[in-house]
């Protein structure tokens, strides 16, 4: 069966640091991608899609993601983090022969320390 | 910017009541959604609907579940006999194109009681 899986609950960066959450899938073919973020009391906003074409993505807020097929891999990057970056990040992901819901990743959530 | 909204924003009720959720999805979008999120698990998918019909749903979404389009701009979903294990948030999500984003509203926190 599909899945996504989302190997660090909780990471912590100082403010400046770069990021990178992990996010990987399992399934035979290419899917589609996303990344989501989530603020306290907030709903999901999305930060970045991939679809196909070039495997490097940009998103809103400074993110960009790589789709990495042979390692079917889309690992979330910042360069540079902010405080207010502080929120727990969703993968999700659609797979081909599962109509068009989304299968998420249990989340990572970010703190970032000053 | 568009968004989707999403009422009540937290309700309370008792094991067996019925409860509405209520969203007003993206004005131009087509394929709306709903999902849930249990407390500290992942968020899960419960339905798709589009074209006034149910075009997806999840081996959650039993008979105690449905959803309704009844105008222009409200999208619902409706748990018939609400159980304890009903409690969790609730997001509304719309969409314009079968893969294109999917943008989701702020969520209904469901307790039951």
């Known amino acids: 069966a599909q899945s996504v899986t989302q190997p660090d609950i909780h990471i912590t960066v100082s403010e400046g640091a770069s990021l990178e959450l992990r996010c990987n899938y399992s399934?035979?073919?290419?899917?589609?991608l996303f990344w989501y973020v989530q603020s306290p009391g907030q709903g999901l906003q999305l930060l970045l899609k991939y679809f196909s074409g070039d495997t490097l993505v940009q998103g809103i807020k400074g993110f960009e993601a790589e789709f990495k097929r042979s390692q079917s891999s889309f690992n979330l990057r910042k360069p540079s983090v902010h405080w207010s970056d502080a929120a727990e990040y969703f993968c999700a992901v659609g797979f081909n022969n599962a109509g068009n819901m989304l299968t998420f990743g249990g989340g990572t959530r970010l703190m970032v320390k000053p | 910017e568009p968004e989707v909204t999403q009422t009540p924003s937290h309700q309370v009720t008792q094991m067996g009541q019925e409860v509405i959720l209520r969203c007003v999805p993206i004005s131009n979008h087509l394929y709306f959604y709903w999902y849930r999120q249990i407390l500290g698990q992942k968020v899960e998918f419960l339905v798709s609907f589009y074209n006034n019909e149910i075009s997806e749903k999840s081996e959650i979404f039993d008979d105690q579940f449905s959803v309704e389009r009844p105008d222009g701009s409200n999208f619902t979903l409706k748990i018939r006999s609400t159980k304890l294990e009903d409690s969790a948030m609730y997001f509304c999500?719309?969409?314009?194109?079968?893969?294109?984003?999917?943008?989701f509203g702020p969520g209904t926190r469901l307790t039951v009681l």
């Open positions: 399934y035979g073919a290419t899917p589609y």
């Open positions: 999500a719309s969409g314009s194109g079968l893969w294109g984003p999917q943008y």
